[in-house]
């Protein structure tokens, strides 16, 4: 399993306890949440697939994977789980099926959700759900130079709220986030303003 699929896995536990009245507290959740990042962190340097599987891919297969996996989002659907329900069921996967035939599974398991930052151009069509671990630059809080004595950096955070709020012909998205310190900080305008102060993770 990925590092996505088990942090879901783990958000749907979190979900069970909360209905079976037994929660967890934050501070258990996100033990548990930092002990997956520490296994998959462990796994992935052992793992000699640093390379981008997408570059893998032709030309052409790259266009079509990139225009099922936007159609995918922009349908609210996560675009592996479709694939492997495709999979699973023996159904036709139209225009990606050269990834089930010529691919395979291993292959599939290996995109991540920061590969396609690569593309500059398709970097928006992976939106953001509650669970989702990103990174945020401190240029969100504090002013930031790349040569002055406060430079970028990087910290790990999961995305807990997502606000879209429409005000006639504009729109825009606002994202609350909690960090592993249990703090929570909400970052408006997270795909049209602030879209260059956070990134997928990197394993």
Same mark, same amino acid.
């Given at each position: 399993m990925t590092t996505d699929e088990i942090e879901a896995a783990l958000q749907a536990?979190? #979900?069970c306890c909360d209905a079976a009245s037994c929660p967890l507290t934050d501070t258990q959740k996100q033990i548990l949440l930092q002990v997956v990042e520490q296994i998959q962190g462990n796994h992935n340097s052992r793992v000699s697939d640093i390379a981008n599987p997408l570059d893998e891919l032709t030309s052409e297969e790259l266009e079509a994977f990139l225009q099922f996996v936007k159609a995918e989002e922009e349908e609210n659907r996560t675009w592996k789980v479709q694939l492997l329900n495709d999979w699973l069921l023996q159904q036709d996967s139209g225009k990606v099926q050269f990834i089930r035939q010529s691919y395979g599974l291993q292959w599939l398991n290996r995109v991540e959700s920061y590969h396609?930052?690569?593309?500059?151009?398709?970097?928006?069509?992976?939106?953001?759900?509650? +669970?989702d671990r990103i990174e945020v630059c401190n240029a969100l809080w504090e002013w930031v130079q790349d040569n002055g004595p406060c430079q970028r950096e990087w910290v790990p955070c999961m995305v807990i709220q997502i606000e879209?709020? /429409? #005000? +006639?012909?504009? /729109?825009?998205?606002?994202?609350q986030i909690r960090f592993y310190s249990g703090n929570e900080y909400e970052i408006q305008g997270i795909y049209e303003w602030n879209r260059y102060n956070w990134r997928w993770p990197k394993g």
């Open positions: 536990a979190f #979900n396609f930052d690569k593309y500059a151009y398709f970097e928006d069509a992976l939106k953001l759900r509650i +669970g879209h709020i /429409s #005000n +006639g012909d504009d /729109s825009v998205t606002n994202c």
